[in-house]
């Protein structure tokens, strides 16, 4: 009886230290957390995490690798190529040029390669999925109330766009991917309680419409629209697959729900400009610079940029910088790339006049620029072994996501969030694509949602 509470407190202590850890790890992204939370709660994760494993096995390595390997075996190519990616990455050490950064990278990696082997631990049923599911709707949620108070009730970061960090394009693609996940599971959630359903919806909508017009993030600003239209598409075929009236219904309740939020929201986004203008002149009429507050662009010039081709012109500077690195790679550096950590000292290595007219004002630290595309962080870094493992599990990744697609119809909730982090990471990101935690956060919820569903093999309902 001793043993079994003890053994419960554990597992209990070691689910919410987890779920923490994912919690203050995305929240470090939308909004100025305290990193000390996440640290103590990834230690907590860690700590409970090992306890756990010796009270279900003891010192038994072989039989915690077969738990992992429950889930890791659902998906086997899938998951050779990701440890692929990470022995091609650790070895790319060895001829790094510039392995302090080289370092940093790997050590970042292998934080989130530890979190993803404690969530293949934990999930063990489709309820574990959808506990995790739940925890980044939350991140969402809380990411968009706080930016909407620490910018009407703080000094906020920038006085034209609606963020509370300065890297928006991340905040809104949280913000955005949070929001899908809380449309799938209220969708096709089994419930009675249906206005209040939709209730939630608008709510979270009339929330995350005025971030993804106004956070300044270009990419969200055209991604968002498509990615509403397509999940209302998908959801009105399936109500006619499936043949059920009630899901076409759901359909135009949550288009109705859509057009509210669109209302509330350009009601909010034209009074936004005079009240921005309000924090600029500030009570005594002082700058907006004042306390490390910046303007920012405004909506307008957000469109602008992105109707003239200004939006695209740093990202061909950056690219064509990284393209003459690629043509200077000898032939065995074509296969095996230059180093960990090369993508970055290729931008330290010289002074670029476009490059530094591009970005006149940015602090030129080591480390301070990188291609802005993991299809050339790749091929600098690794050459044609590395870039083809990133396409093999891309490819893989999708065939994955076909195959619960066969199991459960709902698996645009990872084809969504996986396809987003693809383009995201072809566009932008420091290290390439394995450096993104929210990419990592859903392969492995992939991975454990196809193998949750094999060993469960109950009805759907629809929401995993």
């Not at 288009?255 to 009074?271: D, G, K, N, Q, V």
């Not at 000292?345 to 490059?355: E, F, V």
């Not at 093999?392 to 065939?399: N, P």
């Not at 697609?405 to 709902?410: T, W």
Request: glycine residues 8%.
């Amino acid at each position: 009886m001793i043993g079994n509470r003890r053994n419960e407190m554990v597992t209990a202590c070691f689910a919410v230290s987890l779920h923490a850890a994912f919690f203050f790890g995305f929240l470090r992204i939308t909004l100025p957390a305290v990193p000390v939370v996440y640290e103590l709660s990834l230690a907590g994760a860690v700590g409970f995490g090992a306890a756990k494993m010796l009270l279900d096995f003891g010192f038994h390595p072989g039989r915690i690798w077969e738990r992992i390997y429950r889930n890791i075996g659902s998906c086997k190519l899938l998951s050779i190529g990701l440890a692929l990616y990470i022995l091609l990455d650790t070895i790319g050490l060895l001829y790094s040029p510039n392995l302090s950064v080289a370092v940093d990278k790997t050590v970042q990696i292998a934080l989130k390669l530890l979190l993803a082997l404690l969530m293949l631990y934990y999930i063990d049923h489709r309820l574990q999925v959808k506990h995790l599911l739940d925890n980044f709707i939350l991140v969402g949620i809380v990411s968009a109330i706080g930016t909407y108070l620490l910018y009407f009730f703080s000094r906020p970061v920038y006085l034209q766009r609606l963020t509370a960090v300065r890297d928006y394009n991340q905040f809104s693609l949280v913000v955005l991917l949070s929001f899908i996940c809380l449309f799938v599971r209220l969708f096709y959630m089994k419930t009675h309680a249906v206005w209040g359903r939709y209730a939630v919806l608008f709510l979270y909508a009339a929330l995350c419409f005025p971030i993804f017009l106004l956070s300044g993030s270009r990419r969200t600003l055209m991604i968002a629209p498509c990615v509403l239209v397509f999940l209302l598409v998908f959801a009105a075929v399936q109500a006619q697959v499936r043949r059920k009236p009630a899901m076409l219904r759901g359909v135009l309740l949550s288009l109705l729900c859509f057009l509210f939020a669109c209302l509330t929201t350009f009601l909010f986004a034209s009074w936004f400009p005079s009240q921005a203008g309000e924090r600029a002149r500030g009570p005594q009429g002082g700058s907006s610079q004042q306390g490390g507050m910046s303007e920012g662009s405004t909506l307008e010039d957000t469109i602008e940029t992105m109707m003239d081709g200004k939006a695209v012109a740093k990202r061909t500077i950056i690219w064509s910088i990284a393209a003459d690195g690629i043509r200077e790679m000898t032939p065995v550096q074509w296969i095996f790339g230059r180093g960990s950590g090369y993508d970055l000292y290729l931008y330290d290595r010289q002074s670029y006049p476009a490059l530094e007219q591009a970005y006149p004002t940015a602090e030129k630290q080591p480390g301070w620029m990188n291609p802005h595309s993991f299809f050339f962080s790749d091929l600098l870094t690794g050459g044609l072994l590395k870039l083809s493992v990133s396409l093999f599990i891309l490819v893989m990744a999708f065939l994955t996501v076909c195959r619960l697609f066969r199991i459960n119809p709902n698996g645009v909730l990872y084809f969504l969030p996986l396809g987003l982090c693809f383009f995201n990471s072809g566009i932008s990101g420091k290290f390439g694509l394995f450096y993104d935690k929210i990419f990592w956060f859903f392969i492995i919820l992939l991975i454990g949602a196809v193998a949750a569903w094999k060993r469960d093999r109950v009805p759907d309902d629809g929401s995993v």
